[in-house]
């Protein structure tokens, strides 16, 4: 079974930066496709990144250009870099995973969550 554990969230001024983090456990080296999402209270789960076997990326037109994913396959670990960050950041953002080797924002093609980490952007 996959695991997730993600780490990195808190609390930033607007024009800040944040990286958040997730390491995974328990699956087979390169063949998992990884991305975050993030959920306002009211909202539905929102796509942000995510990044493929090969380590292609897609970005939300709203945070392209400031987040980068990336990812450190010898530490099975998942990252967020978020710059110029906005009050309309803030959520809580998950990592998430499915078995397969095309990235995806489309919540439906995810198979493993994480528990989520709170970002918070003041203005």
């Known amino acids: 079974q996959v695991q997730l554990v993600e780490s990195g969230g808190g609390s930033v001024q607007s024009g800040g930066s944040l990286r958040l983090s997730c390491v995974a456990s328990g699956y087979t080296y390169l063949t998992l496709s990884m991305g975050w999402f993030r959920r306002v209270p009211g909202k539905e789960r929102e796509g942000v990144a995510s990044i493929n076997t090969a380590g292609g990326r897609i970005y939300a037109d709203s945070v392209n250009g400031r987040f980068t994913i990336s990812q450190d396959n010898t530490k099975k670990t998942l990252y967020l870099q978020m710059n110029s960050l906005k009050p309309v950041d803030a959520a809580m953002y998950y990592c998430?995973?499915?078995?397969?080797?095309?990235?995806?924002?489309?919540?439906?093609?995810?198979?493993?969550w994480g528990q989520g980490t709170q970002v918070t952007v003041s203005s």
């Open positions: 998430a995973a499915f078995y397969g080797s095309g990235a995806s924002l489309d919540t439906d093609r995810y198979q493993f």
